[in-house]
């Protein structure tokens, strides 16, 4: 006589799992006030502005909109996820949530889904209020390509970063250092074009992936291709991600 179980006590499948958790990511951090001003109404703000006073300030809509673009991805992928990972490290939520079927890599995984889908969400919206303001990009197939993969690439580099923070710091210090690192990429190539600084200051911008994102968004808008973008991206995606490996600890 065979026995039969209902529910099966057995784990979902890997994949449904992370899906599972990166749903559930998602859905709290967009349940969050604070995440919501970051992700919308800050760059929303910007386009706007933008859009009425860029004559006046010298940053027209045809560079901030991708510049926006950019800074959503900062924002997302380095503040919201560091914030969030910290004080789930204070309260060992990620320790108890590696003692289930999903286990470590799962975690990371979904987090990293999570994200992702809310910054892509992120991009077609204001993608779509810069056209309505006015933006008319002239991306071409090089450009648009390159465009893409400096986005992924940055955008593991500054979830490594995020990692590494949240990873190894108190979660007061990391809500204080992201904070204050979001602020300070701002002017650092995300909003502000590197053409806007001395030469000198202009070759060190450049090898930041602040500056790597900014400066590929602005220029695959009007068909231009740059490729030391990818490499900094790349360095930095790697550097960052080696460092959240060898710092992170999964209680704080």
Known sequence: MSLTFTPDASPAPPMARVWAHARTEASLILRNGEQAILAIVIPMAVLVGSRILGDTLGLTIEEMAPSVLALVMWSSC??????????????????????????????????????????????????????????????????????????????????????????????????????????????????????????????????????????TLRGAATGEVLLLPVVVAALWCVGSLALAWKVFTWTS
């Open 78 to 215: 380095l503040t919201t996820l560091a914030i969030g990972t910290g004080f789930e490290r204070r309260y060992n939520v990620l320790e108890r949530i590696a003692a289930t079927p999903l286990g470590k890599p799962g975690i990371l995984l979904g987090k990293g889904l999570s994200i992702a889908m809310i910054t892509a969400g992120q991009v077609v919206l204001l993608t779509v209020a810069a056209l309505a303001l006015g933006w008319r990009p002239d991306f071409s197939v090089g450009s648009l390509t390159v465009a893409l993969l400096v986005s992924l690439l940055s955008m593991g580099a500054f979830a490594g970063l995020a990692l590494s923070i949240s990873g190894s710091l108190r979660p007061e210090a990391t809500l204080a250092v992201a904070n204050l690192l979001y602020l300070i990429g701002m002017p650092l190539g995300v909003l502000v074009p590197l053409d806007r600084y001395p030469t000198w200051v202009q070759d060190v911008l450049a090898w930041l992936p602040t500056g790597a994102l900014g400066e």
